[in-house]
């Protein structure tokens, strides 16, 4: 039986990522709002951060579990696993300013953090269509 070992990395990665920007949200909340976010751009802007993480990677990792439980530690598996880390520290780094969170002062070199949240999107939809596909060819 093949264990999920890359998965495994991913997973623990996506943890170290997910406590660093859990601190965030906590560090800032130090100062207030203690709940909520009382129209606190700065804070939502840490939050949706942390969240969409959160909300993305579960269920990537269970389907890259599986899929890597049934075709082994392929290359293609490597692939989805470097991708996705490259994807959601580029889609966190997209929410390191207002400018990729809220598309606020898209002037000069600000344009790059609406940018990484977009190549962080669009990589988190690839593989999770890697996943879904490789699930479905092997099942084929």
Do not use: W
């Not at 170290?16 to 100062?31: A, D, E, F, N, W």
């Not at 880390?85 to 207002?98: D, E, N, P, Q, W």
């Amino acid at each position: 039986m093949n264990l999920p070992i890359y998965t495994a990395a991913l997973g623990a990665f996506l943890i170290l990522l997910q406590v660093g920007l859990m601190l965030s949200v906590g560090l800032h909340r130090t100062k207030g709002p203690f709940i909520g976010l009382d129209g606190n751009k700065e804070l939502e802007r840490k939050v949706r951060r942390h969240g969409n993480l959160a909300e993305n990677s579960g269920l990537f990792l269970a389907v890259l579990a599986i899929l890597e439980l049934l075709v082994g530690q392929t290359a293609y598996v490597a692939g989805l696993c470097a991708l996705f880390a490259f994807a959601r520290i580029m889609h966190a780094i997209g929410f390191s300013s207002l400018a990729g969170s809220h598309g606020e002062d898209l002037t000069g070199g600000r344009k790059l953090f609406a940018g990484a949240r977009a190549m962080g999107a669009f990589g988190t939809l690839l593989t999770a269509l890697g996943a879904a596909g490789g699930i479905v060819s092997y099942l084929s």
